[in-house]
């Protein structure tokens, strides 16, 4: 059974740093691109950012770039999210979800977390 | 940058169908994926590479993607079907998401 597991969501004053961890099992999860994806209380989901299989590539939407830094380590199966010079619009609950996919490609997101909350606030 | 757009909302009656639109610039050569959120949970993939059904999802989901618009169509909709449902698709490595509809069925 695929479980992703979020934790490291907190509250955190603007321009603060937090790390967000996922830890994955019931697949091989060095095969598969990973994501983050966020959703602000009360609105839609927000791709935040993408990992290829082997951490090569990344890639960013624009609301993060500059800011977040996506990265996985496959001896752990984990994946991790480091959030520097947060804002209060960066408040959302925030997901893994692996990819469909595997290796290079970039498809859908088949499996989620539960999410970890993530609140910027003074 | 690429947007996708979808109705707010729609209702339907139960055990009719129900057509969700996503309008995308050349969305039809793009691959679509659709998700279902029901509140409290985690989204669901219900549909992928625009037409594709995971192992798991009933056949009353189905797909289709063609010009600017793909559709997601619940056929013999159930009251377990009430939910938000979003579209997505890739554009310069970016993952795009719709704004979402809140299917209601009553």
């Known amino acids: 059974e695929v479980q992703l597991v979020e934790s490291g969501g907190a509250v955190v004053q603007p321009g603060g740093s937090l790390r967000l961890s996922c830890a994955a099992s019931?697949?091989?999860?060095?095969?598969?691109?990973m994501h983050w994806v966020r959703q602000a209380p009360g609105k839609g989901l927000e791709w935040v950012s993408v990992i290829t299989w082997d951490g090569g590539t990344t890639y960013y939407a624009d609301s993060v770039k500059g800011r977040f830094t996506i990265s996985r380590d496959n001896n752990k199966n984990s994946l991790y999210l480091q959030m520097n010079s947060l804002r209060t619009e960066d408040t959302a609950l925030y997901y893994c979800?692996?990819?469909?996919?595997?290796?290079?490609?970039?498809?859908?997101?088949?499996?989620w977390g539960q999410g970890t909350l993530v609140t910027v606030s003074s | 940058s690429y947007e996708l757009t979808q109705p707010p909302s729609m209702s339907v009656s139960p055990g009719q169908t129900a057509s969700i639109t996503c309008s995308g610039d050349k969305l039809g050569d793009k691959y679509a994926s659709w998700y279902q959120q029901k509140p409290g949970q985690s989204p669901v993939l219900v549909i992928y590479?625009?037409?594709k059904r995971p192992s798991g999802i009933p056949e009353r989901f189905s797909g289709s993607n063609s010009g600017n618009t793909a559709t997601l169509t619940i056929s013999g909709t159930q009251a377990m079907d009430e939910a938000d449902y979003y579209c997505?698709?890739?554009?310069?490595?970016?993952?795009?998401f719709g704004g979402g509809t809140k299917l209601t069925v009553l």
């Open positions: 019931g697949f091989t999860f060095d095969d598969h691109p």
């Open positions: 997505q698709a890739w554009d310069s490595s970016t993952a795009v």
């Open positions: 590479l625009a037409s």
């Open positions: 979800a692996k990819d469909r996919a595997k290796f290079g490609e970039l498809l859908s997101f088949d499996y």
